[in-house]
């Protein structure tokens, strides 16, 4: 069984997390951002992860799931801001599985990752009192994904390869 891990990520919360999940898995596994994969041929199961951004999945991501995960055994995994609970998360999440309706979807995995201090710093100038909040949260954000929220991310990835088996 080969397995994939590929990430975007713009920041390195992400890319975290996919190591975390790569080093868990066993058997034939490759990682690689999304950038350098073409499709996914040749995967028996692929976990792909991205960040959310500006409320929903990134745009090349969405293009990715939807070209590329017809019939497909996949994964999700996604890092955001916000914590986890946060009421909004249950939408992205619902975004990407209606956007991977037509793949065999095996799980989501969501997590609280750090938000990047030039981001902090955009959103505390913003007029609107919306971003400027979600500015002051930033600081809360320091050190994600912290070790308890990786160790929840190889959970998941030995969940799903047990699926898989
Ligand atoms: C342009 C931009 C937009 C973002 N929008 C959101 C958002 O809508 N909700 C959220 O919770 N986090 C948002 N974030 C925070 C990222 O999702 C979070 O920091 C994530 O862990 C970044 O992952 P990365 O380091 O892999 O790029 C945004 C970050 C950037 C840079």
Redesign the pocket.
Known sequence: MKTLVT?????????KVAEAIYGELTGDKEIKALSEVKNLEGYDLAFIGF??????IPPKVRSFLTENTKGKNIAIFM????PEG?E?IQSWTGSARQTAADANLLGTFEC?????QP?IDMLLKAEDPQMKAFGEMGAS?KGQPDESRLGKAREFARNIQAKKK
């Open positions: 990430y975007m990520s713009q920041t390195g919360n992400t890319k960040p959310v951004m500006q409320f929903d890092t955001h801001a916000v946060f909004a609280q990752g750090e938000l990047a981001v954000t």
